[in-house]
């Protein structure tokens, strides 16, 4: 099934991993992250500790019945519920349309950082260098190198300014028993774990594992050890960021972050001119990594639904792509995008983890020697319950955003 497996097991299982956290740590998850940081500051350490948790319980739950089943997150919708599956397609593919125009303009930014270049024209090169790279013979491996490398140099620049800006990690500590108002992290809550793993993000590398072959029970340990690499990458990153973002604040207490590109500006006061430059280099890689992750899931999600566009998949990534940059050439405003992009993915969270949840207990799809593990299953619920209750929670505020 899908490629022919490589003699290195672990190459795969990592670009998977890197295709999920990379999709995450896009332009969206540094912007949602240092906005928040900048207006919670030490209480916010309470939202990164519950997202990561919550993070893990979801990939993992995801992650092992799309690879016990050999099936993709819509077909395992459309056997729990006949027609579920076309609706969440439709709804993720959405999501990801909204975090993929974002995406664009996060690249916008970094090129913006970089040399000055007018955000209008920073959106045509980012949608054009995410097309060329689906242009290529081998797109896929393409990706896998790519997002692995570029993830990789996100979390040493990071490192570098949460150590350059001397967060005060003792309140950060301190802030996780003692947060206060409670309540007004509900929305920062839902809007990061949507950037986490809400939406198209979850099933990135999920489904990137079946294309290279891994599915059924004895496959198992390998998509778990996969999806354990990638949340671990996606949540060192959110610490180191948010410690880089808090160290920055508390130094600064009288400045505020510039609202059109938070993460650079606090980069640039943190680091200096060569911080400021190095993360406009990092900006445009996340960008690149997750306008590559968006398109290429989304249309995952769509390409069982029809044999033309399982046949025709190179051409629909591509359209996806093109279709982002000229909506986000139209729209502006890339950084408040983003934020909402993150919101809506986490109102689709509830729905898409109770389908896998329910598909879990179901033998058809599974398999007759296949039981989930209690654990899960009883954090997922937990986590549906929460992630719905937020979104309703949430709603007013996302519906601000659009005012």
Known sequence: MGEKKKHSNMTTLMGAAFLMATSAIGPGFLTQTSTFTAQYKSVFALVIVCTILLDVTTQLNIWSVIGVSGMRGQDIANKVLPGLGYFIAFMVALGGLAFNIGNVGGGALGLNVLFGIPTTVGTFIAGIIGILIFLSKDAKASMDKLTKYLGSIMIIVVLYVAIKSKPPVGDAVSSIFHPGDVGALVLPLITLLGGSCGGYITFSGAHRLLDAGYSGKKDLPHVRQS????????????????????????????????????AADAFRLGAGVIGYKIFGLVLFFAATTSVIGAAYTSVSFLKTLHPFIMKNEKWFV???????????????????????????????????????????????????????PTILIVLGVCVVLLTGFSGIKALPGILKMFG
């Open 227 to 262: 999806v354990l690499m990638g949340v671990s990458v996606s949540g060192i990153m959110r610490i180191l960021l948010f410690l880089a973002v808090l160290g920055v604040v508390t130094a600064n207490p009288d400045v505020t972050l510039d609202a059109s590109n938070p």
């Open 318 to 372: 591509i359209g996806f792509i093109t279709a982002s940059t000229l909506i986000m050439a139209v729209l502006g405003k890339p950084a408040a995008l983003l934020v909402l992009a993150g919101a809506l993915n986490g109102l689709i969270l509830p729905l898409t983890l109770l389908t896998i949840l329910l598909a879990s207990r179901n033998k058809k799809i599974v398999g007759e020697d296949y039981k989930h």
